[in-house]
């Protein structure tokens, strides 16, 4: 059963189909997984008001009713550095279409991967885990187990992945923490097993992981109609 917060959240994103950044970082810290430090600013007052809670440097992204794919329209800024960069971002950002202001984060470093998950129609709900960021299109390295997901099924899933190395540290390189990781998916499973009825897809690229965390830093949450 959904607790009353993420029942809500998902309530009034029904009828639009997906659940936009903020409310889906919102979801996702309510169920006790790691994000960035975010604002969602709907001025620009209220964006440089925000910027020195978060610290720069930062990220500003669209939030957009019609805007699902970020990236597509030039709708990601990172490395703002000044109050002047972030206006400059916000005058940007404020010309795409269905403009709603901007997710301000703070900056996380890290491996990227990409975490997540459908309800299929025959085996119900599936959790994916692989190598993420831009290059999950190109490399394709992902493994799928049906949720919900033990220990022993994360591990499993992460010796599958022919970029197992990149987790585990390579070439001098720090490795991700397994146990931050192992957490984030098993807390993840058991979110998706209450979710089902609700969604058709939720993808987390990248979630960010290094030595000390693992942080979830954009995320899209389809819903059924």
């Known amino acids: 059963m959904l607790n009353r917060e993420i029942d809500e959240i998902v309530r009034n994103y029904k009828n639009a189909g997906w659940i936009p950044e903020p409310e889906a ?28 809670e978060i610290k ?9 009713s019609v805007v699902i794919h970020k990236s597509d329209v030039g709708g990601v800024i990172v490395g703002i550095g000044s109050n002047e960069e972030l206006k400059k971002a916000y005058h940007y950002l404020s010309k795409l279409d269905g403009f709603e202001g901007v ?23 599936v959790v994916l885990l692989g190598i993420g960021g831009t290059g999950v299109e190109i490399y394709s390295d992902v493994t ?22 990149i ?18 998916i098993i807390n993840f499973s058991a979110l998706i097993m209450q979710l089902e009825d609700n969604i058709e897809s939720i993808d987390l690229n990248p979630v960010i992981c290094s030595k000390d965390e693992c942080v979830i830093a954009d995320a899209r949450i389809m819903l059924k109609r």
């Open 56 to 64: 720069y440097p930062l990220v500003a992204k669209i939030v957009s």
């Open 25 to 52: 970082k919102r979801l996702f810290n309510t169920a006790g997984l790691k994000v960035p430090l975010y604002k969602w600013a709907r001025t620009q007052n209220e964006a440089i008001e925000s910027a020195k």
């Open 103 to 125: 997710l301000l984060e703070e900056m996380v470093s890290g491996h990227e991967l990409i975490i997540g998950a459908k309800v299929d129609y025959q085996f119900g709900p």
């Open 144 to 165: 799928m187990r049906m949720a919900p997901l033990e220990k022993t099924d994360v591990i499993s899933m992460i010796d599958s992945l022919k970029g197992r190395n």
């Open 167 to 184: 987790i585990k540290g390579y070439r001098g390189s720090d490795p991700v923490n397994i146990s931050a990781l192992t957490d984030m």
